[in-house]
């Protein structure tokens, strides 16, 4: 019988390495070598005839697929980001910064779960259960009831899981278990896979939904466990500023409900608090000053009002920064180049800062408009609105142009809600920048000059 090996296999080309290195002596590429075990898939196959009887394909009309009542956790944008809720045997994976909140949110959804009479188990590689249970007595509900296991080592969590059955298990993260057969450390890409795929059969076989929790590096990827994406049936991504109170959690993959919902958090004292009238709270909040516009963005299916703020103020450094909170970088250096070129706004040599108030990150094209008006704003010392903050979306267009985005009545019907008007956005009156820019900042303009 062959001996249990372990080999590097890499995942862009398949040549093999008895060691891990950093670049694959095959293809040249840095950081595809994964660990494989070797000796356990020799023993199974060996090539060949195949070993096992033909079976019939099931139509799939005649397929019984049972409609599983789903787990509600109690955390209401939780369960609507889930689709309604855990589904039995599915497997989720909860992806976010380090202090971002992933921890409470689990925990407070197994104490909701447990005082709803289902059996849970909170597995956690990271903290010990006495930091676990300090944790605990913050949080609202039955958190203290959840029956916790302080392990590593991936064959012990298995076994547990398998003789307690939970309904609902946590596995606080898939980075720190650790697979005894394989060399790598823990959190590396082969330990990982292995982990997730192991805890993956356990789950289905005893119909346990469980959520993995995943840390994101710096760039926002699962750290290592991108490989995972395809594995677990639902993906969901936590975030924010942890020096911020607000956090987001949306579906980046759902195989039981839409991609299109967003749950917006707040970080209380007392744990994680949902935010069901986000617009409002984002709206009171809006500053009535030069540099400040309401953005009526889509946050997946559901409009959110949120502040863009922006703050042009002279430099000495060359180039002067950029600095952004919330939207994507590139996007302001397009809007700067486009308000120089073709609004006849430039900042120069200016240091230009745009931040999205309360730490909320917009990713859409409907947002530059906002981005625009808010430096355009910013640049004159224009407060935009008369009595109440204009609010604004819309695409802009490298020669000028705005161009329209989805969701056009949901945004406006949003911003009509809380009483903001005008509704800047691509349309015949406002075709360009100029214009919008003309528009918004025109009349309190003309009445400063007279
Ligand atoms: P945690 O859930 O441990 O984050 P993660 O598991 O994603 O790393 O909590 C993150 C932060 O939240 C932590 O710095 C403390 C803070 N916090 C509160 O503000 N209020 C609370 O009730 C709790 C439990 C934590
Ligand atoms: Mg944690």
Request: some cysteine; overall charge neutral; hydrophobic content about 45%.
């Amino acid at each position: 019988m062959p001996r249990a090996t372990t080999v590097f296999v890499c995942s862009a080309c398949a040549a093999e390495t008895p060691r891990w290195m950093g670049q694959c002596p095959g293809c040249n590429a840095w950081n595809t070598l994964v660990e494989e075990n070797r000796g356990a898939a020799a023993r199974k196959g060996g090539g060949g005839a195949p070993r096992a009887a033909a079976t019939r394909p099931t139509r799939l009309a005649e397929v019984a697929a049972e409609r599983h009542a789903r787990l509600h956790t109690g955390i209401g944008e939780l369960d609507r980001v889930l689709g309604g809720g855990l589904v039995p045997g599915s497997l989720v994976l909860l992806g976010g910064s380090p202090g971002i909140g992933k921890s409470t949110l689990t925990n407070m959804a197994l104490g909701n779960l447990e005082g709803a009479g289902r059996k849970t188990l909170y597995v956690s590689g990271e903290e010990s259960a006495a930091q676990i249970r300090l944790r605990a007595e913050r949080l609202p509900g039955a958190a203290l009831q959840v029956p916790v296991l302080a392990e590593t080592d991936l064959d012990t969590v298995l076994a547990t899981m398998e003789a307690e059955a939970p309904d609902v298990c946590v596995v606080d993260s898939v980075q720190t278990l650790h697979a005894s057969d394989l060399t790598g450390a823990a959190g590396s890409v082969g330990q990982v896979r292995e982990v997730a795929d192991r805890i993956t059969r356990v789950a289905k076989q005893r119909n346990i939904a469980v959520l993995l929790v995943g840390h994101v590096t710096k760039e926002g990827a699962l750290a290592g466990p991108r490989v995972l994406e395809h594995l677990v049936d639902c993906v969901l991504q936590f975030e924010g500023e942890r020096e911020r109170t607000y956090r987001t959690l949306r579906a980046l993959k759902n195989r039981f409900g839409s991609t299109n919902d967003v749950g917006v958090f707040e970080m209380k004292s007392g744990g994680l608090v949902e935010v069901q009238d986000a617009s409002a709270r984002f709206v009171g909040e809006a500053t009535r000053a030069p540099g400040s516009v309401v953005l009526a963005a889509m946050e997946g299916s559901r409009p959110l009002l949120v502040e863009v703020q922006a703050l042009v103020s002279p430099s000495e450094l060359v180039p002067p920064r950029r600095v952004v909170n919330g939207i994507d970088r590139n996007r302001l250096a397009l809007v700067l180049a486009v308000l120089a070129r073709h609004a006849g706004i430039g900042a120069g040599s200016a240091d230009v800062f745009v931040n999205v108030a309360g730490g909320v990150r917009i990713d859409e094209p409907g947002a530059d408009l906002a981005v625009a008006l808010a430096v355009a704003s910013a640049v004159r010392g224009v407060t935009m609105g008369e009595s109440t903050p204009i609010a604004c979306f819309g695409e802009i267009g490298l020669t000028g142009e705005l161009r329209s985005v989805a969701h056009d009545d949901r945004r406006r019907a949003e911003a009509a809600k809380f009483g903001l008007s005008p509704v800047l956005s691509p349309g015949p009156e406002t075709p360009t920048l100029r214009a919008a820019v003309r528009a918004a900042l025109g009349a309190p303009l003309a009445r400063v000059a007279a």
